[in-house]
């Protein structure tokens, strides 16, 4: 079982950053693969990025050479660097951790959610 709480969302104007991060529980939190989605108002949850227990990363199109994921395994915590953002950004932002992201683009794939945190991009 692993719980995740995210943090770090808020407003931010049109080319600023905003880090997100991740905490969650339990001992076994490195030998998890662990996502960021979003979901904006009226769209589905949509990936971001993945950072598998090896180091591996994957970025959807919309955020590549923007956003950075990154994980922290003595300290339980994956993080979210978001630059130069955009209004398009907007969204609630949530933490996933799956057993193996096979398929890391699916939210089916994952197995625990955190409970989101939003960010406003402002024009």
């Known amino acids: 079982q692993v719980q995740l709480v995210e943090s770090g969302g808020g407003l931010a104007q049109a080319g600023g950053s905003l880090r997100l991060s991740c905490a969650a529980s339990?001992?076994?939190?490195?030998?998890?693969?662990m996502g960021w989605f979003r979901q904006a108002p009226g769209k589905e949850r949509q990936f971001v990025a993945v950072?598998?227990?090896?180091?591996?990363?994957n970025y959807a199109d919309a955020v590549k050479d923007r956003f950075t994921i990154s994980r922290d395994n003595a300290k339980n915590m994956v993080f979210l660097q978001m630059n130069s953002l955009k209004p398009e950004d907007t969204a609630i932002y949530y933490c996933?951790?799956?057993?193996?992201?096979?398929?890391?683009?699916?939210?089916?794939?994952?197995?625990?959610w955190g409970q989101g945190t939003q960010v406003t991009v402002s024009s």
């Open positions: 950072i598998r227990r090896g180091g591996s990363t």
């Open positions: 996933a951790a799956a057993y193996s992201a096979l398929y890391y683009y699916r939210v089916g794939n994952y197995d625990y």
């Open positions: 339990g001992r076994t939190f490195s030998t998890y693969d």
